[in-house]
């Protein structure tokens, strides 16, 4: 069974810096793109961020770009996102996911999010 | 990379079909045919429920169907169950391996 398990999240001071790991199993990771997607409070999705199955490429979204990286250790069949000087408006819920396979643009599995809340 | 346009929300009684627009540029939806669709019920996490604009991935039921004109893609749906209540949300590549949600609907079943 595919699953997906995302943690690193937690209540962060504004300019502070957090991991997210999101730890896959049950399928071959090393040849799926992984994207993270969050979702603040009551809002919709925001793609974030994605990666290919090598990790040698990697997309980001205009809002994400300069704070956020993503990477991946396939020999841990982890994909992380580390997030850099953290603001209010980056609390949300931070959920990966794994692509449909043959695809990079669509979100077959996904995980149950890890919280990540930015306050003093 | 702006949000997509949808309705905030739409509802419908059960049996009746119902469509959920989501509009977008010739910079996204009107140039690509990688426009999907997800449900997501309270605390839950996504689901795809359209791909390809119109595929459907295996076991989500033919009474969900899409379709795409210009910059609007549609989702269909048929035969209204009040398991549908949720919110939907569709989704385009917008270039350069980028994607965009668009804002998101709320489904009401009556």
């Known amino acids: 069974e595919v699953q997906l398990v995302e943690s690193g999240g937690g209540l962060v001071q504004p300019g502070g810096s957090l991991r997210l790991s999101c730890a896959a199993s049950?399928?071959?990771?090393?040849?799926?793109?992984m994207i993270w997607v969050r979702q603040a409070p009551g809002q919709g999705l925001e793609w974030v961020s994605g990666?290919?199955?090598?990790?040698?490429?990697?997309f980001y979204g205009d809002s994400t770009k300069g704070r956020f990286t993503i990477s991946r250790d396939n020999s841990r069949n982890i994909v992380y996102l580390q997030i850099n000087s953290l603001r209010a408006e980056d609390t949300a819920v931070y959920y990966c996911?794994?692509?449909?396979?043959?695809?990079?643009?669509?979100?077959?599995?996904w995980g149950k999010g890890t919280t990540v809340t930015v306050s003093s | 990379q702006s949000a997509l346009t949808q309705p905030r929300s739409v509802s419908g009684s059960p049996g009746q079909s119902l469509t959920i627009s989501c509009t977008g540029t010739?910079?996204?939806?009107?140039?690509?045919?990688?426009v999907s669709w997800y449900q997501q019920h309270p605390g839950k996490a996504p689901k795809l429920i359209i791909y390809d604009v119109s595929k459907r991935p295996s076991g989500v039921p033919d009474r969900f169907s899409g379709s795409k004109s210009g910059n609007t893609a549609s989702l269909a749906i048929s035969g209204l169950q009040g398991e549908d209540e949720a919110d939907y949300y569709c989704c385009s590549s917008a270039g350069s391996f980028t994607l965009v949600f668009g804002g998101g609907t709320k489904l009401t079943v009556l």
């Open positions: 996911a794994k692509v449909l396979t043959g695809y990079y643009y669509y979100m077959e599995v």
């Open positions: 049950g399928f071959t990771f090393s040849i799926y793109a």
């Open positions: 010739s910079s996204d939806v009107g140039s690509s045919n990688f």
């Open positions: 990666i290919g199955g090598s990790g040698g490429s990697t």
